[in-house]
């Protein structure tokens, strides 16, 4: 959630703990973000990215096992919140949805929508 607005994407991580990672936001697929993390088992992780329109952000994030965590940090345009791994009943837990919404998976895709 960046801002209120589902983002959606990939991340690929190294044995050594750096990673990639690419989002796009589901309501305006034009709009990208790319960045990188650092992380270990025990300091957690941190990373940055830019969108396509300029906006920025870091984070830090805490590995839940090899293939899952969350996170939150600083986007130019508001707050972030993320989580990985976890199906989407599970990622709500960690995610900031906005007031009023809540995700929902059909087939592929992830969306929000009114509760």
Do not use: W
Not at 13 to 34: E, F, M, V
Not at 63 to 69: D, E, N
Request: proline fraction near 2%; charged fraction near 20%.
């Amino acid at each position: 959630m960046l801002a209120g607005e589902l983002f959606v994407g990939e991340a690929e991580g190294h044995l050594d703990g750096s990673g990639t990672l690419a989002i796009h936001s589901q309501q305006n697929p034009g709009l990208s973000c790319r960045g990188q993390f650092a992380s270990s088992a025990e300091r957690g992780g941190l990373g940055t990215f830019v969108c396509s329109d300029g906006a920025t952000a870091t984070f830090r994030f805490r590995r839940v096992g090899l293939f899952r965590g969350f996170g939150a940090g600083s986007f130019s345009r508001g707050g972030l919140s993320f989580a990985y791994g976890f199906t989407s009943d599970e990622a709500a837990a960690y995610l900031k949805l906005p007031e009023g919404k809540k995700l929902s998976l059909s087939g592929f895709e992830l969306t929000l929508v009114d509760l």
